[in-house]
């Protein structure tokens, strides 16, 4: 069995997809029960849970899903939102504090809760966690926090594979909030060159990639990389 968080769209649902394509049963994780729901109607194998990972009740619903299981052979880190591009001066810190609970406090807790089930876990990570880029501060910070998260989990939780997976750029909703936007910036102009140049990945060649990185790797290729990136490897 594997979790997913962020289960209803983008990488995560795709994801989920691949995995139940792959004869996998999932726990999908999102809050919104309706686009959450189309899974199980149409994989079998796919569980739904609806619950807010920004709560810890919702934190909470994930673990005592998994409580039946005897073990968990992944979990993957998915759930998050693209925060607004905001000028420095003006970031908005109650929703920094929100996407810093959904991208970086779940996961640990999700990890340290579930910890003697799991296996594996992928982390999505994100070229933004190092990269400077103007009126992209916050996701940069959220990103750059759960990277040092995703590090120290690869570095202490000895029985465990961590995989840190940078999936490019890809076509999802979150991306494409920032291609949609009026307003022009530095990360619109990225995007839209990458889009220019064919390089935003549709999310079933990732999804499809992720499920090659948790069925297909053995421990030791896992262990010989602290970092997966698409392109190279698949
Ligand atoms: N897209 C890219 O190019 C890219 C590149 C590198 C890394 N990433 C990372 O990949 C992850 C997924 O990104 P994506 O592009 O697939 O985003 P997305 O399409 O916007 O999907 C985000 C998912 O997270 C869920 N979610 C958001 N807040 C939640 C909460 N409080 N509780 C539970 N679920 C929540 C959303 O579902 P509900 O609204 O139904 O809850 C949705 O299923 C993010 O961590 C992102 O930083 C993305």
Not at 37 to 65: C, F, S
Not at 112 to 130: E, G
Not at 143 to 166: C, D, G, N, P, T
């Amino acid at each position: 069995m594997f979790v997913v968080t962020g289960a209803s769209s983008g990488i995560g649902r795709a994801v989920t997809v691949a995995l139940a394509e792959r004869d996998q049963s999932v726990l999908a994780v999102a809050r919104d029960s309706t686009r959450l729901l189309e899974l199980p109607t149409k994989y079998p194998l796919v569980t739904a849970i609806a619950a807010d990972l920004l709560t810890a009740e919702g934190v909470r619903q994930v673990v005592d899903a998994c409580a039946p299981h005897s073990s968990i052979a992944g979990i993957v880190h998915a759930a998050g939102t693209l925060i607004e591009p905001q000028a420095f001066g003006s970031i908005d810190t109650v929703v920094l504090l929100d996407e810093m609970r959904v991208h970086v406090m779940a996961p640990i807790e999700l990890n340290q809760q579930l910890q003697a089930l799991l296996s594996r876990i992928v982390f999505l990570d994100s070229y933004s966690s190092n990269d400077l880029r103007v009126g992209w501060a916050a996701y940069s910070i959220v990103k750059a926090a759960a990277q040092m998260a995703a590090r120290s989990a690869a570095e202490e939780l000895k029985h465990v594979q961590v995989i840190r997976a940078f999936p490019g750029a890809v076509r999802t909703p979150l991306v494409d909030a920032v291609l949609n936007s009026p307003a022009d910036s530095p990360t619109r102009r990225t995007f839209r060159a990458l889009q220019a140049k064919g390089k935003l990945y549709p999310p079933d060649e990732i999804g499809g990639w992720i499920a090659w990185l948790l069925l297909d790797t053995s421990d030791e290729e896992l262990t010989a990389r602290p970092t997966w990136q698409y392109g190279e490897t698949f």
